[in-house]
């Protein structure tokens, strides 16, 4: 019974981390211009704190909050991308769904595109070269294994559309040994809690 209780806190907990992500990549590089005469843009409302939850995941959360400040307009319409491994397998399916739920709460549009199979490495490099050329404001993606996605994501930094890692981790130093001297933006990799961005 208790790993279905930590099953359940962690697929109540997705939704709002999806919601953080989008958020993150709505704000960063995105606050609002002042021309003068004109009054700011409302704030929009906080996103609320899950309940019930541990008290450490309640933690991590308010310091993700934290580092998303400040928090970009809702409703925008922007549109991103989405890379997931596989549809063919019912957790990336339960990724895609909350992905789309977290779309519709933050007012942006989402598409969600995947490999047709679990180790189809070259199919899911293709297709994230296929979203690069779409006109995304930035991309979310979760790799088959660390070097696959390289390329795309170079390819994307390039191009200027803002790419995040959810899931299994790409291997930041191929991504920064690859694009190096050929890319306008950098990436910059943080941990929670450290400063910079």
Partial sequence: MKKNSFVTRFLFLIPALLAALILALLAAGCGPVKK???TPAPTPAPVPAATGLNPRVLEMEKALLAQLEPLPQLNTGDKIGALVITLANPFWVGIKESYEQAARE???QVEVMAAPTEGD??????TLEAMVAKDYKALIVSPIEPFNL???VVK???RGIKVVNLGPPINKDEVVK???DRRPHSCKFRRPGQAGG
């Fill in 36 to 38: 003068e005469g004109s």
């Fill in 106 to 108: 933050l007012g942006v």
């Fill in 121 to 126: 490495k070259k199919s899911q490099l293709e």
């Fill in 150 to 152: 390289v390329p795309g």
């Fill in 156 to 158: 994307a930094t390039q």
């Fill in 178 to 180: 690859n694009g190096q």
